[in-house]
């Protein structure tokens, strides 16, 4: 469950990307303690009674540090295309569970919550469903939410039961959608009370994008609210799936989960994502850390906001490059796994502190063929760390195949890496480059970062070399 246990299991590190390992040579590594354990979004988030969740595809899970994150970071799952219509009743009456027991019992191995999504949505349909008549498509569609939330019965903590129901603009209509064009305007209460009906413990929420602020969509899914509760209809939450675009985070979405909430019904923030021209630009990436701590802070600030999912967990497979071209870096990891300024603004948005990052001197360009510059560049918080070391190449000729070295000061135990192969014995580091970067031409500069833990000071590391000869420090 916790990063710093793959401390003792270092061949899971062994990952299908050539991603870094970790090796505990020397020294044996103890069990995280529990200000160890503070670091993590998960625990920040236990602490604070909420849900940090993220969608998955159980198909990554076998990929290390995908797992190691998944593993250790969040305390609730949803299945990303796993539970939807066309993967679990790809012909009509033939329901097909592989994909999302899979999620399913990752979630109940890990002690993590189970998020539903999605038993009725226009989108990601089995082709058979377009062709029914509207008798027809009523008891597919009861007869789908029957299959797939009993199915889960028991073991799901709420169900995006309806999702993208709403008209995008101001109309504050309905969707076009087979559902509403067949069943009129009655099918969205039909859809939760069977869902009810199948699954009674099963939290019934109401998802839809673009309404994440006051606006006439957010305002029609008020006013169904508002009336079924009312009229004693079966919902229990409304999710909204916040895929924002940097820097438009909406101001009133604070107010707008609230106004919700106070109709009595819990709110959530279910698809995070926020997203950029690639490649991302630092002040971009910066502005988005800051979009995230307020998404994050918002919901905080609201007593029945459940907690906040986001649409996966790395820009490497993140949906949003295939749906927006152009856009993507809409994560909290980068393509590489490493944690992005919005990791570090989400941990301080779940409480955790972030100690500010020292300014880095600019290097003076020594001569020619003399040596390497070492810049380290760290973000620590509590008794956790990120650092990035870039290395130039100062000598005159390139260098193909490189390992950098450094001592630790303080106790530091790096827990994992991006961009090189680190091993650490004792307080010595040893970072050997990946498959893809070992060739440095003279000038130029390599780069690798890593995540540890330290003991509440972190000084940065000393005694730099490349390839066996002391750097000088940038
Ligand atoms: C997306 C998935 O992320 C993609 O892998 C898939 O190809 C399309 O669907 N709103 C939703 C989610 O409710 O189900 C969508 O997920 C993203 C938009």
Request: proline share 6%.
């Amino acid at each position: 469950m916790h990063p710093h246990r793959s401390r003792t299991r270092p061949a899971l590190l062994a990952g299908a990307l050539a991603l870094a390992t970790v090796a505990a040579v020397g020294l044996g590594f103890a069990r995280p303690g529990p200000a160890d354990a503070a670091t993590t979004l998960k625990a920040l988030a236990d602490a604070k009674g909420r849900d940090i969740g993220v969608a998955i595809d159980p198909n990554r899970l076998n990929e290390s540090a995908y797992r190691q994150i998944a593993d250790a970071e969040f305390n609730l799952v949803v299945a990303e295309n796993a539970m939807k219509w066309d993967a679990t009743e790809p012909n009509r009456g033939q329901f097909t569970f592989t994909q999302g027991d899979a999620v399913a019992s990752y979630a109940a191995a890990g002690g993590k919550r189970l998020y539903g999504h999605t038993l009725v949505w226009h989108s990601q349909l089995p082709g058979w469903v377009s062709g029914l008549s509207a008798t027809e498509l009523r008891q597919a569609m009861l007869d789908h939410i029957a299959g797939v939330a009993g199915h889960y019965r028991g073991k799901v903590a709420a169900w995006d039961v309806v999702n993208e129901a709403f008209a995008d603009g101001g109309s504050g209509g309905r969707r076009d959608s087979i559902f509403q064009q067949r069943l009129g305007d009655g099918w969205i209460e039909e859809a939760f009370r069977a869902a009810r009906a199948a699954d009674p413990a099963a939290k019934l929420c109401i998802n839809d994008y673009s309404t994440d602020g006051v606006n006439a969509k957010s305002t029609a899914i008020y006013n169904l609210v508002r009336d079924f509760k009312a009229r004693g209809v079966p919902i229990d939450c409304v999710g909204f799936q916040a895929h924002l675009i940097v820097g438009q985070v909406p101001g009133d979405l604070q107010s707008n989960l609230q106004r919700f909430a106070d109709l009595g019904v819990d709110v959530r923030i279910t698809e995070l994502d926020i997203r950029m021209p690639t490649p991302p630009s630092a002040a971009n990436l910066a502005t988005q850390a800051a979009d995230y701590r307020k998404v994050v802070s918002a919901c905080l600030a609201v007593t029945r906001c459940a907690g906040v999912t986001t649409w996966g967990i790395t820009d490497r497979y993140s949906w949003i490059p295939d749906v927006f071209p152009g856009q993507g870096a809409a994560l909290i990891w980068d393509e590489n796994y490493a944690p992005k300024p919005a990791y570090q603004a989400v941990v301080e948005a779940l409480g955790g502190t972030v100690t500010p990052t020292p300014t880095t001197p600019t290097p003076t360009t020594p001569p020619p063929g003399d040596g390497c510059t070492v810049t380290y560049v760290p973000n620590s918080w509590n008794t956790g760390f990120t650092a990035e070391v870039r290395v130039r190449n100062d000598g005159a000729s390139a260098i193909n195949g490189w390992t950098v070295g450094f001592t630790f000061g303080a106790g530091q135990r790096i827990t994992n890496a991006w961009n090189a192969t680190v091993t650490q014995s004792g307080t010595q580091v040893s970072a050997r480059n990946a498959s893809w970067n070992g060739s440095v031409p003279a000038g130029g500069t390599l780069s690798f970062g890593f995540q540890g833990t330290h003991g509440g000071s972190n000084p940065a590391p000393t005694g730099f070399t490349l390839n066996g000869s002391a750097c000088r420090t940038g």
